[in-house]
């Protein structure tokens, strides 16, 4: 089982970057697929998550409108679109799959939506994305 994250770098704040997850070595379409990011010091944050069941996509609230999760099942790829970065964006970020085609542990409290940041049967290497300002 692999999953490959890729596309992260330097960028301004303002600008875009699109991170690649891909998938090998599971039946892609079982999974859904998150994205998490870790900045330093800090706990990993749940971003991003994709069913597999409809395509239903899912975003934290610190994300929602900026980013866009998106699926390849031709290539066993999920993308990750960050448009609008901010500072506060700079993290590790990490793929993730969870067996069950659909997205789970996602609450909204006081009007927020947060993704669950454990629970995932498989995660892969980081990627580094710096935001300067």
């Known amino acids: 089982v692999q999953l490959q994250a890729s596309g992260g770098g330097l960028v301004q704040a303002g600008g875009s970057l699109r991170l690649s997850c891909a998938a090998s070595?599971?039946?892609?379409?079982?999974?859904?697929i998150g994205w998490f990011r870790q900045a330093p010091g800090k706990e990993r944050e749940g971003v991003s998550c994709?069913?597999?069941?409809?395509?239903?996509?899912y975003y934290a609230s610190s994300v929602k409108g900026r980013f866009i999760i998106s699926s390849d099942n031709a290539k066993n790829t999920v993308y990750l679109q960050m448009n609008n970065l901010k500072s506060e964006d700079t993290a590790v970020y990490y793929c993730?799959?969870?067996?069950?085609?659909?997205?789970?542990?996602?609450?909204?409290?006081?009007?927020?939506?947060?993704?669950?940041?454990?629970?995932?049967?498989?995660w892969g290497k980081g990627t580094l994305v710096t935001v300067s300002s």
């Open positions: 993730a799959a969870e067996h069950g085609r659909i997205c789970r542990g996602i609450t909204v409290v006081a009007g927020r939506t947060y993704l669950r940041n454990y629970g995932m049967d498989y």
């Open positions: 070595g599971f039946t892609f379409d079982d999974y859904a």
């Open positions: 994709i069913s597999r069941s409809d395509g239903s996509t």
